[in-house]
């Protein structure tokens, strides 16, 4: 198949890259490397069924050969990165929705959306399930991104009941794994950066917020599924184990062997308090669930970030 991948050089859309090369497919990666980085495609420079193209799909573009799927998981995704670009980030999660779209429908092409859990905002029901509308702040510092991602989804339903487009969504929650920025301000990136550092580790809030983190492998591996699926209504993908701050940064504080301090700062607004995935959907129709534990996933990325700093990064 021809495959198009908006967001290729980010974090997650870059090991979907190798995913779908690895399937033995021709992959377009499209990306403009406002918050991606080009290294993350270093493991596919000298593969021939992999084109890189630097292209800001929110602008107009146009591709020359046909395709059979299109991927659009181009956006900021880390607090630090959306809030610095609020307005590409409202930009990429609706006019470069539509454009994606239209690439889509132009071909008759599957069509798949990385959207988020931050639709759910600071949820009111917990675990989240598919079905549960969200509690979202739409004028708070963080609308810039859960607001683009809502926009998102409502375009792409749209498409799919106006044209009969073949579209999928996937709410994507806490994922981790090589390939992260460690000043991204996300929790595993910034936890490890401290560790390696010998700072202390900073929790933002009393540190009884929860998150469930879900290794990046068993993420790819529940896109590529859903993207062969005939389900247009969103689909959970995440880890279902739950867990605090302070217990995650226990465990960091354990892998590294490190007496790592902990320093406390205000909770920033609108950060849930709760989020934990109901995958039951996921079980149903994909036959998929996460197999990395954390431990194992912790360890994977912890020897990435030692191995980057000492300048010999493996590819993964």
Known sequence: MNIVVSGAAGFVGSHMCDRLVAEGNRVIGLDN??????????????????DFVRQDVSAPFHLPQPVDAVLHMASPASPKDYLEYPIETLDVGSIGTRNMLELARTYNARYLLASTSECYGDPLEH?????????VNPVGPRSCYDESKRFAEAMTMAYHRKHRTRTTIARIFNTYGPRMKLDDG?????????????????????????????YVSDLVDGLYRLLFSDEPYPVNLGNPNEMTILAFAETVRKLAGAKADLIFHPRPEDD?????????????????????????????????????????????
Do not use: H, M
Not at 33 to 50: C, D, H
Not at 127 to 135: A, I, M
Not at 279 to 294: D, T, Y
Not at 301 to 308: G, I, P, Q, S
């Open 272 to 316: 849930p308090r709760q989020r934990k995935p109901d995958i039951s959907k996921a079980r149903r129709l994909l036959g998929w669930e996460p197999k990395v534990s954390l431990e194992e996933g912790l360890k994977l990325t912890y020897e990435y970030f030692v191995n980057l700093e000492a300048g010999a990064v493996p590819v993964r």
């Open 127 to 135: 675990p989240q399930e598919e079905c549960y509308w969200g509690n």
């Open 186 to 214: 996300r929790v595993v990136p910034a936890f490890i950066d401290q560790v390696l550092r010998g700072e202390p580790l900073t929790i933002f809030g009393d540190g009884t917020q929860t998150r469930s983190f879900c």
């Open 33 to 50: 490397l406002i918050t991606g980085s080009a290294k993350n495609l270093r493991q596919l420079e000298r593969e021939p069924r992999f």
